[in-house]
Every structure is written in structure tokens, then in C-alpha cells.
């Protein structure tokens, strides 16, 4: 077997091997040649070619997000290690467990006016949970470094960064190894945890109680805790299309839901106890509202961590959700209207968002529903955000259907990357809903040759970011057009072209229904659905579906 002829980097790739981590994202440059070298020619490993370092990361970010292991980006040193920034920041939020390794120059090269050189060492420090800096030459520390980097980023669920300075010549190679790392065998003792009485008592007693579920991986809570949550009448559960989480009495529509309260409404709703668990929450009402009107007590549930997102924070549980809920619940129900209550409420919107819906032109609101009722069963759907996720969450969807959505961060950029990278990684069928800005900003994210052949865009373009029309501060002027929109004539078709992608497109709901039915059915090669809505009236049609409510 070829391997580099620099010990450090030998020393690196024979940890991952023996740690079992597999996948590697190579971004191409030449101070990380010895890596690209060592990785590339060992078998054991399964290498990616991504150009553009902020795509490779979200790519590597979407390969771990849905194997549930760490995941290795490699690059050469200078600003390409910046480029990676976004995506550590989105697995730190995220709790992914995203592995950066950077080549590096010596020590002695670094603020002498060497080229493509800067500080390197702790560049990801407010957002990694480990960062190794390497010695250049082989040693127990550095391999002790390494090893803890790669336990952190499973331990910890998250980033970390390993940086690595190697000396020139870096494309020497010998055929026997020379190095023999000691492995480091991290025994982690199980967290025995145990609900006090004080706690049941308190969840037993109360009438009202708020369970509020974040982005969560499907199949995270057993079924039988679902249904006695389900059973009690004190007990209302809302949940996200990220939460991935089901049951015939849960409301996964919560703007629906609560954007027509009153003051009256709110307080009746008001919890005495809110039980959180999952990651972000989509929902900017429910924060509002929880923010306004606190419970007496607030819950989290998490092994690691315990945001005080309503500045309510009672107490934070570190378990995972099913032994917390194995210890906590029982069928000993309090009487309470407080579900029935929101019941009735819930069945008076799902009637009136189908007769809104029923009459409404064509539009962004229109177009969700369509494919909300439409798409394929069994697939894994990816969401980009501002706009496309915040539509969804207002529609109902075919339960089979896993979503994810980067809410680490919220940010637009790395959307597409991110679901080539699940797609290569999941074994469903992977759709992507994406909005126009959020798709031509991460447009480098079709430079890829992994792209599976049955991989689906579909493009919502609305010349703009739509999302902007429906907040404060909406003006018809040059300035939000150009600076806050970014209106554009843009369309997708010339990449399409120029990445081999098919491509369809649709203006109204005739051309919609034809065209979905063609983009479906072709599984040949990867390909998009740009569908163009009236950017005008988009705004006017969401904001008066909540009205009509």
C-alpha cells in the first residue's frame, strides 16, 4: 500500500482507520497532499472530491447528519480552512459530529509573509468542542490529541478541528508504514439517571401541560410513550415537520394554530409545565408566546445541553427523551379539558385553511400545498430555510416522509450541499425544496460527482427573497428591492445544463400538475422542478390565509 512519507500525517490516517472513521471529504489543494495521499489510496476509506470548501463541508455535514457519525473534511492551508466556518458553526448548533482536519505550515512559517498562510490554530474556537494543534513531528501527545478529538466529536455529538503542519517535499510516498500510534480505548460508564418524586408528583398534578418538540431524527421517541402522551386530556403536544415525530392527536401546524389568539386565548393556553425536547424550534409565535406567557415550570430534556430558549428554564434533565419519559409517565390521568379545548380549536382551522386554500390563486401558499399532498411517499425531504421551511410548517404531509432542515443556524448557504451529502448517505429517495436565493447561493453545490441519479430539486423562484415581504417593514422601494429582496430574473435552466441535471418547469397550476408528474418519473439522472410564482402577491395571500383564520 502507498503511503505518505510524513509520519504526522501516517499517524493521522492510521487513527482514523483504527477509530472506524470512514468517510472523507478532500477539498483539492497541495499542503494537505500527504493526507489526500494517505486517505485516498487505503481501501478502507471512501474519499469525496469537492472543489468549493464551503460545499464540501455542508456535503460532509449532510453525510454525517444521517449516518450519525463523524465525518472527516480535509483541506489545505490558508483561507480554504475559513470556508468551512458556516458548516461548523450549523454541526455545532446541529450537534453533528463533523470532523475538520487542516494542513498546515510550521510554526516557524506562520506571520512571516509566507504565501497562502494564516493563524490556523483555534481559528473554529467559539464553535468546536475539541481543537488538536498539531506538532509537526510524530509524537504521543500529538497522537493522544488526535485520538481525543475524534472521542469529543462522537462523545459530544459536534465539531471539532485536528490542524496538522507539514513541511515541504509533501508528495513523497513510501510502501511500508512507519508509524504505530497507541489506540486509546475511551470506556464511557452509562449516566445512571432517576426522576425524583418531587418531579412526577409535579407532572401528575398539573392540568395543563405543554409538550413543544424540536428537530428531532425519526423513530428518536418510542411509540408507547407517544400514546400515553397522546391519552392524557391534560396533556397537548405540538411538533415540527423537523421533529419527524406523529400521532393523530399531535398539532404539527402551530402557527395555524395559535397565530389567531387573543390576549384571552393565550393565557388559557398558558402552560403549567412545558416539556421541551429536540433541537431548534422553526416556530418564531410559539417563542413569542412562550416568552410572554412563561409556565410556572419549563423542562428540558437532552443529554448534553439545555437552552433557555423562553427564559423559563426550571430544570434540565441529561437523559435521552425515552428513559425520561419510561420514568416520568404512567396512566394515571388528571381530568382536563386542556386538550379537548385545543382539539376544538384545531378542527375549526383545518377547516378553515381548506376552504382558504380552495380559493386562493397561484402562489408560493398554493404551491406548498400542492406538493405537501403530493410528494412521494418513503422519501427523505431536505428544506432550505427562511421561506421554504416556514411554508411547510403550515401544511400536512404524508407522515412516511422524513424531513431535515439545517435549523443550527438558520442560514440559507450550504442547503443543497448539505442534501447531496443525505442523499449519497440515506438509503430513501431525497428530494430538496429550496428557494431561489438560498439555491443560487449555494449553486456550487451541483459541482459534485456523487450526486445520486435519483436526487430531486424542487425550485420555488419567486425573483427574490420572498421572506422579506412579510416582515416589519415591507416598503415597494429601491432600496428593499435591491438590498433586503435582492430581486433578480435569474432561473435555474443553464446549470441545470452545464451539471447534467434535468429540467422542468412550471408557472401555474396546469403546467404544475404536468410537469411534477414528468419530474417524478424521471430517475435517470438527477434533476430539477423550478416552479415561478408572482413575488407580488405571495405575501398577500400568506398573510391573509392567517386572517381568514
Not at 147 to 153: E, G, R, S, Y
Given at each position: 500500500?502507498?503511503?505518505?512519507?510524513?509520519?504526522?500525517?501516517q499517524?493521522?490516517?492510521?487513527?482514523c482507520?483504527q477509530?472506524?472513521?470512514?468517510?472523507?471529504?478532500?477539498?483539492p489543494?497541495s499542503?494537505?497532499a500527504p493526507l489526500?495521499?494517505g486517505?485516498t489510496?487505503?481501501?478502507?476509506?471512501?474519499c469525496?472530491?469537492?472543489?468549493?470548501?464551503?460545499?464540501?463541508?455542508?456535503f460532509?455535514?449532510?453525510?454525517?447528519?444521517?449516518?450519525?457519525?463523524?465525518?472527516?473534511?480535509?483541506?489545505?492551508?490558508?483561507?480554504?480552512?475559513?470556508?468551512?466556518?458556516?458548516a461548523?458553526?450549523?454541526a455545532?448548533?446541529s450537534?453533528?459530529?463533523l470532523?475538520?482536519?487542516?494542513?498546515?505550515?510550521?510554526?516557524?512559517?506562520i506571520?512571516?509573509g509566507?504565501?497562502?498562510?494564516?493563524?490556523q490554530?483555534?481559528?473554529?474556537?467559539?464553535?468546536?468542542l475539541?481543537?488538536?494543534n498539531l506538532l509537526?513531528?510524530?509524537s504521543?501527545?500529538?497522537d493522544?490529541?488526535i485520538?481525543?478529538?475524534?472521542?469529543?466529536?462522537v462523545?459530544q455529538?459536534?465539531?471539532v478541528h485536528i490542524?496538522?503542519p507539514?513541511?515541504?517535499?509533501?508528495y513523497e510516498?513510501v510502501?511500508e508504514?512507519?508509524?504505530?500510534p497507541?489506540?486509546?480505548d475511551f470506556t464511557t460508564?452509562?449516566?445512571?439517571f432517576s426522576?425524583?418524586n418531587s418531579?412526577?408528583?409535579a407532572?401528575n398534578?398539573?392540568?395543563?401541560?405543554?409538550?413543544?418538540?424540536?428537530?428531532?431524527s425519526?423513530?428518536?421517541?418510542?411509540?408507547?410513550?407517544l400514546d400515553i402522551?397522546?391519552?392524557d386530556?391534560?396533556v397537548v403536544?405540538l411538533?415540527?415537520?423537523?421533529s419527524?415525530?406523529?400521532?393523530?392527536?399531535?398539532i404539527?401546524?402551530?402557527d395555524?394554530?395559535?397565530t389567531?389568539?387573543?390576549?384571552?386565548d393565550?393565557?388559557?393556553f398558558?402552560p403549567?409545565?412545558?416539556l421541551?425536547f429536540?433541537g431548534?424550534?422553526?416556530?418564531?409565535?410559539?417563542k413569542a408566546f412562550?416568552r410572554k406567557?412563561?409556565p410556572?415550570?419549563?423542562?428540558?430534556?437532552?443529554?448534553?445541553?439545555a437552552y433557555?430558549?423562553?427564559d423559563?428554564l426550571?430544570n434540565h434533565?441529561?437523559t435521552?427523551?425515552?428513559t425520561f419519559l419510561?420514568?416520568?409517565?404512567?396512566e394515571n390521568f388528571?381530568n382536563s379539558?386542556?386538550?379537548?379545548h385545543i382539539?376544538?380549536i384545531w378542527k375549526d382551522?383545518v377547516e378553515?385553511h381548506?376552504?382558504?386554500t380552495?380559493?386562493i390563486p397561484?402562489?408560493?401558499f398554493?404551491?406548498f400545498?400542492?406538493l405537501?399532498?403530493?410528494?412521494?411517499?418513503?422519501?427523505?425531504?431536505?428544506v432550505?430555510?427562511?421561506?421554504a421551511i416556514r411554508y411547510l410548517?403550515?401544511f400536512e404531509?404524508n407522515?412516511?416522509?422524513?424531513?431535515?432542515c439545517n435549523?443550527?443556524t438558520s442560514g440559507?448557504d450550504?442547503?443543497t450541499s448539505?442534501?447531496?451529502?443525505?442523499?449519497?448517505?440515506s438509503?430513501?429517495?431525497?428530494?430538496?425544496?429550496?428557494?431561489?436565493?438560498?439555491?443560487?447561493?449555494?449553486?456550487?453545490a451541483?459541482?459534485n460527482n456523487?450526486?445520486?441519479?435519483n436526487f430531486?430539486?424542487?425550485?420555488?423562484?419567486?425573483?427574490g427573497?420572498?421572506?422579506?415581504?412579510?416582515l416589519?417593514?415591507?416598503?415597494?422601494?429601491?432600496?428593499?428591492?435591491?438590498?433586503?429582496?435582492?430581486?433578480?430574473?435569474?432561473n435555474a435552466s443553464?446549470?441545470a445544463?452545464?451539471?447534467?441535471f434535468d429540467?422542468?418547469e412550471?408557472?401555474?397550476?396546469?403546467?404544475l400538475?404536468?410537469?411534477?408528474?414528468?419530474?417524478?418519473?424521471?430517475?435517470?439522472k438527477?434533476?430539477?422542478?423550478?416552479?415561478?410564482?408572482p413575488?407580488?402577491?405571495?405575501?398577500?395571500i400568506?398573510?391573509s390565509f392567517?386572517?381568514?383564520?
Open positions: 500500500m502507498m503511503y505518505p512519507k510524513i509520519p504526522l500525517a499517524s493521522i490516517i492510521e487513527i482507520q477509530k472506524g472513521v470512514q468517510h472523507i471529504v478532500i477539498s489543494g499542503r494537505n489526500t495521499i486517505f489510496n487505503n481501501p478502507f476509506f471512501k469525496y472530491s469537492i472543489a468549493d470548501e464551503r460545499c464540501a463541508a455542508f460532509a455535514l449532510g453525510i454525517a447528519q444521517q449516518l450519525k457519525q463523524p465525518v472527516v473534511v480535509v483541506c489545505t492551508s490558508g483561507s480554504a480552512l475559513l470556508n468551512y466556518y458556516p461548523v458553526a450549523e455545532f448548533y450537534q453533528i459530529p470532523v475538520v482536519i487542516s494542513a498546515d505550515r510550521p510554526q516557524s512559517k506571520d512571516i509566507d504565501g497562502q498562510t494564516i493563524r490554530e483555534n481559528v473554529f474556537a467559539n464553535h468546536s475539541y481543537n488538536a509537526e513531528n510524530v504521543t501527545e500529538n493522544n490529541n485520538q481525543m478529538a475524534l472521542q469529543v466529536a462523545a455529538n459536534g465539531p490542524n496538522a507539514f513541511e515541504e517535499p509533501l510516498t510502501s508504514l512507519q508509524v504505530q497507541k489506540i486509546i460508564e452509562e449516566k445512571y426522576l425524583g418531579t412526577k408528583e407532572w398534578k398539573a392540568t395543563k401541560k405543554l409538550v413543544l418538540v424540536g428537530e428531532l425519526p423513530n428518536s421517541v418510542e411509540q408507547q410513550y402522551l397522546a391519552k386530556s391534560s403536544v411538533t415540527e415537520k423537523t419527524n415525530l406523529h400521532h393523530l392527536t399531535f404539527d401546524q402551530i395555524t394554530l395559535i389567531p389568539f387573543s390576549d384571552d393565550f393565557k388559557t398558558q403549567e409545565i412545558l421541551t429536540g431548534m424550534v422553526v416556530s418564531k409565535r410559539i412562550l406567557y412563561k410556572a415550570h419549563h423542562w428540558h430534556v437532552d443529554e448534553l445541553r433557555d430558549t423562553f423559563a426550571t434533565f441529561e435521552i427523551i425515552n419510561s420514568q416520568l409517565l404512567d388528571n379539558s386542556y386538550q379537548s382539539a376544538t382551522r378553515k381548506q376552504e382558504y380552495a380559493k397561484f402562489s408560493d398554493k404551491v400545498d400542492f405537501c399532498k403530493n410528494v412521494p411517499s418513503n422519501i427523505q425531504l431536505q432550505s430555510n427562511s421561506s410548517q403550515l404531509l407522515k412516511t416522509v422524513q424531513v431535515f435549523r443550527g440559507i450550504g442547503s448539505t442534501a447531496i451529502g443525505a442523499a449519497l448517505a438509503d430513501l429517495p431525497t428530494m430538496l425544496i429550496t428557494g431561489d436565493i438560498s439555491f443560487l447561493y449555494d449553486s456550487n451541483l459541482w456523487y450526486i445520486p441519479k430531486k430539486i424542487i425550485l420555488l423562484n419567486n425573483s427573497g420572498g421572506i422579506f415581504r412579510i416589519p417593514g415591507h416598503q415597494e422601494t429601491e432600496t428593499f428591492n435591491t438590498y433586503f429582496e435582492t430581486s433578480h430574473q435569474l443553464h446549470l445544463k452545464m451539471y447534467g429540467y422542468f412550471a408557472n401555474n397550476e396546469t403546467t400538475k404536468q410537469q411534477y408528474s414528468a419530474f417524478l418519473n424521471q430517475n435517470e438527477p434533476s430539477i422542478l423550478e416552479i415561478f410564482t413575488k407580488k402577491e405571495n405575501d398577500a400568506l398573510l392567517f386572517r381568514n383564520l
